[in-house]
């Protein structure tokens, strides 16, 4: 075989991958529904004089999900994973500030599976492949570069806006544990991309003589968050985004719900 002919024979397999991954990068775009890139969130600033602030203990801390769909139902756990810090306001709960952070790495993916949808679902398992996929999905996989995983590990939700029906002020209450209901809106950023989302929360105040020693914080209505508003999708181990016929999308919307209906606890206390 002359020479010329030999090397271009040895090198179309090269070349043949070289042309597959510049498609499939071409086609590595952010999904059109998904909202805006955007920066890690800035710090909360106590709004008020009154405003003191709360260091959340990531010890105790809850945060779990459910995506509900008919072939496959998703659960994920994350305890321990949140921090961040309060200001609360004693005098207006209104007035209140925070910013809170949930850590990727910390969570756990869990399943439940049927054959089809007139069949009963199996119990409650964890697959580590399909935790390694739940990761790769998020943008923090093993295999991620290392900038790219900083930019997804964390979950935050800084506080724009709260509003209640009851009570402002906790004076007006009376006991060693005070609870109000608040409706709280903010800025929720997931894997780069910053949407508002409003939380129906209960708070308790518990008291040590006329001072706060402890603010406890848990959701009371599940809070949905819409993979495709933060361009989570199934990617490969590198973050690249894996691209799908119509039929394995048509099968994956069986088995994937697009909103994870996430609830979580918190405490904190004073810094």
Sequence with gaps: MPRARLLLHRCLPVLALVALTAAGCAKDEPNPNAAPVSSSLAPAKPQTDAGKPYAVEAQGTKVNFTMDAPIEKIFGEADGSLSGEL???????????????????????????????????????????????????????????????????????????????????????????????????????????????????????????????????????PIAVNLEEHDVRPRDTLGAILQKTADELATLGKKVSKDAMVSFELQAKPK
Excluded at 113 to 136: C, M, P, V, Y
Excluded at 167 to 177: D, H, Q, R, V, Y
């Design 87 to 221: 200001f609360v306001d004693p005098e207006d709960v209104t007035r209140s500030t925070g910013l809170v952070k949930i850590d990727l790495e910390k969570l756990v993916i869990y399943q439940q599976k049927r054959a089809d949808e007139k069949a009963e679902f199996g119990e409650r398992t964890k697959s580590d492949l399909q935790n390694e996929h739940a990761r790769n999905w998020l943008g923090i996989g093993k295999d991620v570069p290392e900038a790219d995983r900083t930019k997804h590990r964390y979950i935050e939700f800084k506080i724009s806006k709260i509003e209640t029906a009851g009570p402002k002020g906790i004076a007006a209450l009376t006991g060693p544990e005070r609870k109000v209901s608040l409706d709280v809106t903010g800025d929720f950023r997931l894997h780069e991309r910053t949407v508002q989302k409003k939380a129906a929360l209960e708070v308790t105040f518990v008291m040590e003589g006329d001072k706060v020693a402890a603010v406890r914080v848990k959701s009371t209505k």
